[in-house]
């Protein structure tokens, strides 16, 4: 993770432009939580602007029919909109975070493999070694044909225990990795810091707010009586956790104990009001307790 997975997509991609057959339309499809991130970075390194899919559904057809130079989408609409995507195909396909699609007969894994690109990247920070078959998965939206049916891939690389059932290990991983390396790239954090700037620590203490001092050092107080005990009890532990978590809403701040203060106001919401007062904590004598419902 943060090795420069999206940045080199990005280039990667620009380079495509000047290849004999050129990737003209890219369509990236990450976690909708992500699209901004890849905005941001296709602006700040080739000072392009990317179109989000957005919008009711005739309105995004027209926008994936037109095969911007930039489209960005999520896991969950490129569900909805597969039929646009399958005939209006981009150059080139960037599926982010790809461990999402990591199931082989998933309807994510199979409808991205039926877009039909040129060119698929397929991102990960996951390692690979954790599951064969997450990897053999990954394979499959970059190439079908770069790895042998999984039948096979189970006869020689899979080792099951007595009743043949569960994987216990791998062999011949290097035949894999050969077969791999021609479309497979990967960064470990060794091979990064030696061309990287020192890293910068800095430590910022912000003043916990006057209104939760008291019950902090009280909650506190408790969860000392119960360490200093001989012997802690599993009740102990758990009632432990449960003070441990008022002292994590105090250093939050006032708004997370149900205390309405003058410089922390927090929006109320109507349309659930009845319920977000339960993220009060009432205290009863030495017991804390948190009302049943959400928080």
Same mark, same amino acid.
């Given at each position: 993770?943060?090795?420069?997975?999206? %940045?080199?997509a990005?280039?990667?991609?620009?380079?495509?432009?000047?290849?004999?057959?050129?990737?003209?339309?890219?369509?990236? %499809?990450c976690?909708?939580s992500?699209?901004?991130?890849?905005?941001?970075?296709?602006?700040?390194?080739?000072?392009?602007?990317a179109?989000?899919?957005?919008?009711?559904?005739?309105?995004?057809?027209?926008?994936i029919?037109?095969?911007? +130079?930039?489209?960005?989408?999520?896991?969950?609409?490129?569900?909805?909109?597969?039929?646009?995507?399958?005939?209006?195909?981009?150059?080139?396909?960037?599926?982010?975070? *790809?461990?999402?699609?990591?199931?082989?007969?998933?309807?994510?894994?199979?409808?991205?493999?039926?877009?039909? *690109? +040129?060119?698929?990247?397929?991102?990960?920070?996951?390692?690979?070694?954790?599951?064969?078959?997450?990897?053999?998965?990954?394979?499959?939206?970059?190439?079908?044909?770069?790895?042998?049916?999984?039948?096979?891939?189970? +006869?020689?690389?899979?080792v099951?225990?007595?009743?043949?059932?569960?994987?216990?290990?791998?062999?011949?991983?290097?035949?894999?990795?050969?077969r791999?390396a021609?479309?497979?790239?990967?960064?470990?954090?060794?091979?990064?810091?030696?061309?990287?700037?020192?890293?910068?620590?800095?430590?910022?203490?912000?003043?916990?707010?006057?209104? %939760?001092?008291? &019950?902090?050092?009280?909650?506190?107080?408790?969860?000392?009586?119960?360490? *200093?005990?001989?012997?802690?009890?599993p009740?102990?532990?758990?009632?432990?956790?449960r003070?441990?978590v008022? %002292?994590?809403?105090?250093?939050?701040?006032?708004?997370?104990?149900?205390?309405?203060?003058?410089?922390?106001?927090?929006?109320?919401?109507r349309?659930?009001?009845? &319920?977000?007062?339960?993220?009060?904590?009432?205290?009863?004598?030495?017991r804390?307790?948190?009302?049943?419902?959400? &928080?």
């Amino acid at each position: 993770m943060g090795l420069g997975k999206t %940045v080199q997509a990005i280039l990667a991609a620009a380079a495509l432009r000047r290849a004999v057959q050129p990737a003209r339309s890219v369509t990236v %499809v990450c976690p909708a939580s992500l699209r901004g991130g890849w905005q941001d970075e296709i602006r700040r390194w080739l000072g392009e602007e990317a179109t989000l899919l957005e919008g009711r559904a005739p309105g995004r057809a027209r926008t994936i029919a037109s095969r911007p +130079r930039w489209l960005l989408t999520h896991y969950e609409q490129v569900l909805r909109d597969h039929r646009e995507h399958r005939e209006h195909p981009p150059d080139l396909l960037i599926v982010d975070e *790809a461990q999402r699609a990591k199931g082989l007969r998933t309807r994510t894994a199979r409808v991205l493999k039926a877009i039909g *690109a +040129r060119y698929v990247f397929s991102l990960t920070g996951t390692p690979l070694e954790n599951r064969l078959e997450e990897a053999y998965a990954i394979a499959q939206l970059i190439d079908q044909r770069l790895l042998p049916p999984l039948w096979q891939i189970d +006869r020689d690389h899979f080792v099951r225990d007595d009743k043949g059932r569960r994987v216990v290990l791998y062999r011949g991983l290097d035949a894999l990795r050969s077969r791999l390396a021609p479309a497979f790239l990967r960064r470990r954090k060794e091979d990064v810091p030696p061309r990287s700037p020192e890293r910068l620590r800095s430590t910022v203490l912000v003043e916990m707010h006057p209104a %939760v001092v008291t &019950t902090y050092e009280e909650v506190l107080a408790q969860v000392a009586r119960i360490a *200093a005990k001989k012997v802690i009890l599993p009740a102990d532990l758990d009632r432990m956790m449960r003070l441990l978590v008022i %002292v994590r809403r105090c250093c939050n701040g006032p708004h997370m104990l149900g205390l309405d203060v003058d410089d922390r106001q927090v929006p109320s919401c109507r349309s659930c009001a009845s &319920t977000c007062a339960t993220s009060a904590w009432a205290r009863d004598g030495r017991r804390w307790s948190s009302p049943s419902g959400p &928080t």
